[in-house]
């Protein structure tokens, strides 16, 4: 079982939900997909982290091959290549490595030289496998990195990924091995604008999804509204309490320090499960 946790922006509880999914079972891995800025394993901590290097191919231009013909300029989407002084510049910093400008161009001028991007961190905490990716500053994209990590997902059985905010190219190679993706929103108009956002992208990758309400409080809540009006399933609800901030702010798991939050993502697990099956198994009898 693969769950993907997302969220429409950051700040609504996004890795609070993923960090204490992963933790209210032993033998689960946690994923940090949140490569941007990613933070689970200040709550885990995990014990003498193993890092694998990450690395794209950029171009490199032969000068001497080169005739000006500026066909790699055109092709490239993102300016990275840009002809100034009667040379092919190449801007690896804004570089996405697609690789198209060599094989566009004419006169086989342009080879692929290895660019570091980014770490792969994995280690241990108290029976969690913690598997992190660490993009380096100032890179174009982290898609190659959460590439790589969707790697270590396919050799895990029971994995949590917790997914960059938002609905970006990032996110969506986030989950796309997922069979199941867990949505967290917030208590406001501009949650339920979120969760909608996240909600469109998890239907059009036709992904068995859910909802974890966090931060609720007495009154309106305009995300619980729009689970309503469009069906999905609420799954969990977290009020909103000082403890809760408390514990998380320090760096420490709930269910690691409270037995009845152990209980609750432990059933929401539980729950999720049989969510992805009862939903697999209606797919296979259409």
């Given at each position: 079982?693969?769950?993907?946790v997302?969220?429409?922006?950051?700040?609504?509880?996004k890795?609070?939900?993923?960090?204490?999914?992963?933790?209210?079972?032993?033998?689960?891995?946690?994923?940090?997909?949140?490569?941007?800025?990613?933070?689970?394993?200040?709550?885990?901590?995990?014990?003498?982290?193993?890092?694998?290097?990450?690395?794209?191919?950029?171009?490199?231009?032969?000068?001497?091959?080169?005739?000006?013909?500026?066909?790699?300029v055109?092709?490239?989407?993102?300016?990275?290549?840009?002809?100034?002084g009667?040379?092919?510049?190449?801007f690896?910093?804004?570089?996405?490595?697609?690789?198209?400008?060599?094989?566009?161009?004419?006169?086989?001028?342009?080879?692929?030289?290895?660019?570091?991007?980014?770490?792969?961190?994995?280690?241990?905490?108290?029976?969690?496998?913690?598997?992190?990716?660490?993009?380096?500053?100032?890179?174009?994209?982290?898609?190659p990195?959460?590439?790589?990590?969707?790697?270590?997902?396919?050799?895990?059985?029971?994995?949590?990924?917790?997914?960059?905010?938002?609905?970006?190219?990032?996110?969506?190679?986030?989950?796309?091995?997922?069979?199941?993706?867990?949505?967290?929103?917030?208590?406001?108009?501009?949650?339920?604008?979120?969760?909608?956002m996240?909600?469109?992208l998890?239907?059009?990758?036709?992904?068995?999804h859910?909802?974890?309400?966090n931060?609720?409080?007495?009154?309106?809540?305009?995300?619980?509204e729009?689970c309503?009006?469009?069906?999905?399933?609420?799954?969990?609800?977290?009020?909103?309490?000082?403890?809760?901030?408390?514990?998380?702010?320090?760096?420490?798991?709930?269910?690691?320090?409270?037995?009845?939050?152990?209980?609750?993502?432990?059933?929401?697990?539980?729950?999720?499960?049989?969510?992805a099956?009862?939903?697999?198994?209606?797919?296979?009898?259409?």
């Amino acid at each position: 079982m693969k769950i993907a946790v997302l969220s429409g922006k950051g700040g609504t509880g996004k890795t609070l939900v993923a960090v204490n999914l992963a933790a209210s079972y032993e033998n689960l891995t946690y994923v940090d997909c949140d490569v941007e800025e990613p933070n689970g394993h200040l709550f885990f901590k995990p014990v003498k982290p193993i890092k694998h290097s990450v690395s794209v191919n950029i171009p490199v231009v032969n000068h001497n091959i080169c005739t000006g013909c500026r066909v790699c300029v055109d092709v490239c989407k993102f300016n990275a290549l840009a002809y100034i002084g009667e040379r092919v510049k190449v801007f690896s910093e804004v570089c996405h490595a697609c690789g198209g400008c060599a094989l566009f161009c004419p006169e086989k001028a342009i080879t692929e030289t290895e660019k570091a991007i980014g770490v792969i961190e994995e280690g241990n905490s108290e029976g969690t496998k913690v598997i992190s990716g660490i993009m380096n500053l100032g890179e174009a994209s982290g898609v190659p990195i959460i590439s790589e990590l969707m790697n270590y997902v396919k050799r895990e059985e029971a994995v949590i990924i917790d997914c960059p905010p938002g609905s970006s190219c990032m996110v969506m190679e986030s989950i796309r091995e997922a069979d199941f993706c867990l949505m967290v929103a917030e208590p406001t108009v501009f949650g339920a604008h979120n969760l909608k956002m996240v909600h469109e992208l998890v239907r059009l990758f036709h992904k068995p999804h859910g909802v974890v309400l966090n931060k609720c409080v007495k009154g309106r809540n305009p995300s619980e509204e729009y689970c309503i009006q469009n069906d999905i399933k609420i799954l969990m609800k977290i009020e909103y309490r000082s403890e809760i901030a408390n514990i998380n702010s320090s760096g420490e798991i709930l269910t690691r320090t409270d037995a009845a939050f152990k209980k609750k993502f432990s059933d929401l697990y539980q729950t999720i499960c049989e969510e992805a099956l009862d939903e697999a198994t209606f797919d296979s009898q259409r």
